[in-house]
């Protein structure tokens, strides 16, 4: 046996990706983060599956800043609670969000493609944003809201 055991903190069975390490479609849909996360290994349990318990109280389960993709200094700091790190996660949540409304409007309104939303966006919103995205990303995440509007509707 293991003595280090003895000192293994508590945990519990990470409730984003369900034990699995690894996200899936099924869970983006169940935390409704279809457009802000692809499938990737999970960052909630550091794809280990089991988290300490303390981690729910700090931290959203579907907290969409948290990603795999951060360095791991970034979320670290998110874990710790840290506020400076949180902030700048909302931000980039409002942005994000900002961004699906300006493209379901201007689908739903006028009908436009993901391009002529993407030229829209580039010319009158972007230099007021507090991120900046390329037209080739942008193109793509535009249909991709699209896409689920669309799923969403029909
Ligand atoms: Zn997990």
């Not at 990470?14 to 099924?26: E, M, N, S, T, Y």
């Not at 349990?45 to 970034?74: F, H, N, W």
């Not at 944003?129 to 535009?142: G, M, N, Q, W």
Request: charged fraction near 30%; aromatic fraction near 10%; include cysteine.
């Amino acid at each position: 046996m293991n003595i280090f055991n003895f000192f293994r903190r508590s945990d519990t069975k990470c409730p984003r990706c369900l034990g699995k390490r690894f996200v899936d479609w099924d869970d983006i849909r169940r935390l409704n983060r279809q457009l802000k996360w692809v499938p990737a290994p999970c960052a909630y349990c550091d794809a280990t599956g089991r988290v300490p318990k303390e981690l729910l109280s700090k931290v959203a389960v579907d907290c969409m800043y948290l990603t795999i993709d951060l360095p791991e200094s970034v979320i670290e700091k998110i874990k710790e609670g840290d506020l400076e790190t949180i902030e700048k996660g909302k931000q980039r949540e409002l942005f994000v969000d900002h961004l699906i409304q300006y493209a379901e409007h201007h689908y739903l309104t006028q009908n436009l493609d993901a391009e002529s939303i993407a030229n829209l966006y580039l010319e009158f919103e972007a230099e007021k944003a507090p991120f900046a995205v390329t037209k080739e990303e942008l193109i793509k995440y535009i249909q991709g809201v699209i896409e689920l509007k669309k799923s969403a509707l029909s």
